[in-house]
């Protein structure tokens, strides 16, 4: 069900606005009526289409996620026992090793790593942050976030997930 309200906004929102733009424009060209008309009917035929092409898609490449992982915002955290700066120089360079990343941008001084990766065919990149704070003496909390970095994004075909889900095997391989 969850999956399903998700199509229908994405789609919904998609139709609604490809449908009001060539409505506005057919309106100019054909007169209002029959400009609405077109406009609904290419909104009907627009989200037919991506329903057709895109609802596949994300099946598939989702199928082995978790529903309630489908959200394009993730976040996990992961405590750590060991000291701040050594979880923070050990995860700085887990990252700077991933050929999926374009730029990162450690901030040593706020505990924060953010990258960001390339873009590919299923989205325009992702915002990578990672925050690693102190708990208590001998232990860290590392919190990993990653988001679409086009805003708007709706689907994001479980990249994000994956994202979050490999940075947190691999900071659990190096320090365990």
């Known amino acids: 069900m969850k999956r399903l309200q998700r199509y229908i906004k ?8 490809a ?10 060209r054909v007169g ?3 400009g609405l008309l077109v406009g609904l009917l290419f909104a ?11 609802v596949p898609l994300d099946l598939i490449l989702t199928r082995k996620i978790p529903i309630d992982a489908l959200d394009v915002n993730q976040s996990r955290e992961l405590d750590v026992p060991k000291p701040q700066d050594f979880v923070f120089r050990s995860v700085e360079q887990i990252v700077t090793q991933m050929r999926s990343l374009r730029a990162v941008t450690p901030f040593s001084d706020k505990g ?26 001998g232990r860290t909390r590392v919190v990993i976030s990653s988001r679409p970095a086009a805003r708007h994004t709706s689907l994001d075909y479980g990249k994000n997930f994956r994202n979050v889900e490999f940075i947190e095997k691999s900071i659990k391989a190096s320090l365990a």
Request: hydrophobic share 60%; aromatic share 10%; with cysteine.
């Open 10 to 17: 994405v789609f919904g929102k998609a139709s609604l606005l």
């Open 112 to 137: 924060l790593i953010c990258a960001r990766t390339k873009p590919s065919w299923a989205s325009f990149g992702e915002d990578i942050v990672i925050e690693v704070r102190v708990l208590d003496a």
């Open 32 to 34: 209002l009526w029959n």
């Open 19 to 28: 449908g009001a733009l060539f409505g506005l424009v057919m309106g100019v």
């Open 44 to 54: 009907l035929g627009w989200g037919l289409l991506m329903a057709v092409v895109l």
